[in-house]
């Protein structure tokens, strides 16, 4: 079973409040992803990371940042929340390209 | 570049067999295939890495036709649980394949 865990699954937060997203993974996987994804459609990457100091954007563009410190931590801030930020937010991690990635149980956030 | 899958929504009763397509425009790596569950994080299904080769887990399994860049996934005799989201992620050559594509998945429904 894969050990990724995100916190909180479920955020409902007023415009223009700083959130942060966390995501943490105790497998020692050095790749790790953020996915957005509306309800009933694709996953689109938004982050990536290679390793600790490495980070990438992905192919959707988002005004989220992320940061890659510790192999295990993998957080995900929005400085200034919009009602257009609401979705869900999965992460996922793998060892090497090509690997099965894991999935969290996504957080939910809702910007009112 | 996104892959294409079809159908978009498949309905079968329980016991019959469907096949998912997923096909890219780019030379692929690899091919990831997931299901989801309404509300819940995508689950690993099988990943093909060789053109033409087919891997299976029970009633479910998936063959990669490198010189088509396409993937189809097999459900055979399929059972209530098999309802959910499919998506194909796919990964190119080179440094790309870290970065997994989805395509827009397609939703199969397993009727009694």
């Known amino acids: 079973e894969a050990d990724i865990y995100q916190t909180p699954r479920y955020l409902v937060i007023g415009t223009g409040k700083k959130i942060t997203l966390e995501c943490s993974q105790t497998m020692g996987h050095d790749k790790m992803y953020w996915y957005q994804q509306d309800p009933g459609m694709e996953l689109h990457l938004i982050h990536y990371?290679?390793?600790?100091?490495?980070?990438e954007k992905g192919d959707l563009s988002s005004e989220s940042t992320v940061s890659r410190i510790r192999t295990e931590h993998f957080p995900l801030t929005l400085e200034s929340a919009r009602p257009s930020h609401t979705s869900q937010y999965l992460c996922a991690s793998n060892q090497r390209g090509g690997d099965e990635q894991y999935f969290g149980p996504g957080t939910r956030l809702t910007v009112t | 570049q996104q892959p294409v899958q079809s159908p978009q929504a498949v309905i079968l009763r329980e016991g019959e067999d469907a096949v998912i397509n997923c096909s890219s425009s780019?030379?692929?790596?690899?091919v990831h295939w997931y299901r989801q569950k309404h509300g819940e994080a995508p689950v690993f299904l099988m990943i093909l890495l060789k053109g033409g080769e087919q891997k299976g887990h029970e009633k479910i399994s998936a063959s990669f036709n490198e010189k088509k860049q396409q993937s189809s996934l097999y459900l055979t005799a399929s059972q209530l649980s098999y309802s959910g989201t499919y998506f194909c992620?796919?990964?190119?050559?080179?440094?790309?394949?870290?970065?997994?594509?989805f395509g827009k998945g397609t939703l199969l429904t397993v009727n009694p």
């Open positions: 990371s290679y390793g600790v100091n490495s980070t």
């Open positions: 992620g796919t990964t190119g050559g080179g440094g790309s394949n870290y970065k997994l594509t």
């Open positions: 780019k030379a692929l790596y690899s």
